[in-house]
């Protein structure tokens, strides 16, 4: 089973800066990621998937990028609708395992 | 617009097999192109996929629930189903259902309680 791993587990960053959330596998799901996005009490909203594509309607601050093991969603000038905790899930080959999350604060 | 709404019961006892029902609307399941999935979400905790099936029938589950977890499809309703055996106090969670393996679409989710 591919185990992914976020970091760091809390980010706080003021409104207007850069927010960089990592992601890692156990081994490769080739470019078979996605980034979600959950507020309370809300369904998770897909943001990112294939590693790198906008999901429909995403804003163009929202950027992922990385292949094999390595991925991050980058968010450039943070809006204060963005505070919100960040899930990874790699969907290679049947699977669907999801990290841990990212809680994105306000600094 | 596609829409996803999970149904079944909010509470099940231990031992039992907890049973919902995801009804898609906008969109015909039996048109291909995408998986359609249950993923929970344990009180205060993370994500966790339980697994996925095509129009087909062709699934595939987490590995951790593999031997509990049942999913089908039924095109004539546009519908798909889980069910879950022999569960314990662990399986208490919101349950989602969702359009895609990168799930695109989601249910607004149902809290399922496992509780004599």
């Known amino acids: 089973e591919i185990v992914m791993t976020q970091s760091p587990a809390t980010l706080s960053v003021s409104p207007g800066e850069r927010a960089t959330l990592s992601c890692r596998a156990s081994q490769s799901v080739s470019s078979n990621l996605a980034w979600y996005q959950q507020k309370p009490g809300q369904a998770p909203r897909l943001l990112i998937y294939g590693a790198s594509t906008r999901a429909t309607g995403i804003p163009a601050r929202f950027s992922g990028s990385g292949s094999g093991t390595e991925f991050t969603l980058t968010i450039s000038s943070l809006q204060s609708e963005d505070f919100a905790v960040y899930y990874c899930?790699?969907?290679?080959?049947?699977?669907?395992?999801f990290g841990q999350g990212t809680k994105l604060e306000i600094k | 617009q596609v829409q996803l709404q999970e149904s079944g019961p909010g509470l099940v006892k231990p031992s039992q097999t907890l049973s919902l029902t995801c009804t898609v609307s906008?969109?015909?399941?039996?048109?291909?192109?995408?998986?359609w999935s249950w993923i929970r979400q344990h009180p205060g905790k993370g994500l966790e996929w339980i697994g996925y099936i095509y129009y087909s029938g062709s699934t595939y589950y987490n590995p951790s629930l593999k031997s509990r977890v049942t999913i089908s499809v039924d095109t004539s309703k546009n519908q798909f189903s889980l069910k879950l055996s022999s569960v314990t106090a662990a399986d208490t969670a919101v349950y989602y259902c969702?359009?895609?393996?990168?799930?695109?679409?989601w249910g607004q989710g149902t809290l399922v309680t496992v509780s004599s």
């Open positions: 969702a359009r895609g393996a990168a799930a695109d679409y």
């Open positions: 899930q790699q969907y290679n080959n049947g699977g669907g395992t």
């Open positions: 906008g969109g015909s399941i039996s048109s291909g192109g995408y998986y």
